[in-house]
């Protein structure tokens, strides 16, 4: 058991897990009175708390010391595989948690598809520039999503893959392949160094 407290330190769980839960609390205290209790709302409140904690989990994808990193005695792929799917079970957990109180600011299929989605990004972010910098992959997509000009083709609806109902082909596959290819980019190659 002190091996998991030891790498939660040296990840950031603890101070990634604060600031998932503060931005998903602070959007559920900020939007309770403008929610209808009908269903869910406008989505882009639901992806901006996704992102924000995909870009929180994100600082843990690359150890203190990377030489200590590479002389420990245990297999990094699994481990790096499942730090990267539970920190996107803990991102849709949270969000879920928050909002049921207040009513839904999204459906649980949306949430989990995005949660995936984003943390796969981030993923393929630590393993393409390193854990530093690891949250430029989802905020930029995030940026492009925004500002993307309604999706009325394919290529638009992959651009704004996060923002579409939970229902979306394109989205759901586009989530699916950055889930599958960031985790296993990172899982196999590990954070850059």
């Known amino acids: 058991m002190r091996w998991l407290t030891l790498y939660a330190r040296s990840r950031q769980i603890p101070a990634s897990l604060a600031a ?5 609390v602070t959007v559920a205290v900020l939007t ?3 929610r209808e209790g009908d269903g869910p709302t406008d989505q882009g409140l639901p992806v901006l708390v996704l992102a924000a904690g995909a870009m929180a989990v994100s600082v843990g994808l690359s150890g203190q010391d990377p030489a200590l990193d590479r002389t420990a005695a245990i297999r990094w792929v699994p481990r790096r595989a499942a730090h990267v799917l539970l920190a996107g079970a803990i991102v849709a957990a949270v969000l879920l948690t928050v ?4 009513g839904p600011m999204a459906t649980a299929a949306f949430v989990v598809r995005d949660s ?3 943390l796969g990004l981030a993923a ?18 995030l940026s492009v999503a925004i500002f993307a000009p309604p999706p009325t083709n394919t290529p638009m609806q992959v651009a704004t893959w996060m923002l579409l109902p939970s229902g979306t082909t394109a989205g759901m596959w586009t989530a699916l392949l950055l889930a599958v290819v960031g985790t296993a980019a990172y899982a196999v190659a590990g954070p850059r160094r």
């Open 20 to 24: 998932v839960v503060a931005s998903a």
């Open 124 to 141: 393929l972010g630590a393993a393409l520039a390193g854990g530093q910098y690891a949250w430029t992959l989802p905020f930029a997509w």
């Open 32 to 34: 309770r009175d403008g």
């Open 99 to 102: 909002q049921i109180p207040g």
């Open 116 to 118: 995936a989605g984003l």
